[in-house]
């Protein structure tokens, strides 16, 4: 069945609305792909709240548009058979390790590019992203640094009190070992 002028508009207008509302997106080309590795990809996704669909290239083209992110510096982003990832939460580095690995584990998958945080990524920056930590990792690391700078802190502070608390310790040790001296004969 094909879709009239007008349900192609509303179409776009609703993945624009949905494409406004997330932080992070990424275009890939999933041509040799089968279903069943499709459905392998979204179930992988489905944990961070992703979603991965194909869509036309001129709905996509049209509800990027809509949605105020600025035209693909690479003019082949939205040539050929591609899919999107909407990645609506908040930590889009969850959505490009999950892509990247399993571009990884099915070659024919392909990352085009990304749209993270107002700025496209070319296949390679977005391969870089997934190298980094996820957001819960990067936040205990920097709990972690945090911790040890606070830690090692008190360490150099409590350690007069505790040099001095063992030299009083070693002269009571001192003490305790010399022989009673004997009372002084008058």
Known sequence: ?????????????ALAKVMGNSP???ITQ????????????????????CKYQVVK?????????EAGVPAAPDATTLKGPIGIIIAPGTDPIAAAKTLVA????????????????????N???CAQLSALGSRAEVLS??????????AQSAMVLAAPIRDFVLVLKALEDKKKKEPAAAPAAA
Request: charged share 25%; glycine share 6%.
């Open 1 to 13: 069945m094909k879709l009239t002028r007008q349900q192609k508009i509303e179409q776009a207008k």
């Open 24 to 26: 992070s997106l990424y």
């Open 123 to 125: 296949a390679a920056e």
């Open 141 to 150: 690391r920097l709990a972690g640094t945090l911790y040890m700078g606070v």
């Open 57 to 65: 290239n001129s709905l996509i083209a049209n509800a990027l548009k």
């Open 30 to 49: 999933y041509q040799g792909l089968k279903f069943v590795e499709l459905a392998q990809l979204r179930s992988k996704l489905k944990p961070f709240k």
């Open 102 to 121: 399993f571009a990884k584990e099915f070659p024919r998958m392909k990352v085009k590019a990304g749209y993270v945080g107002d700025q496209w990524l």
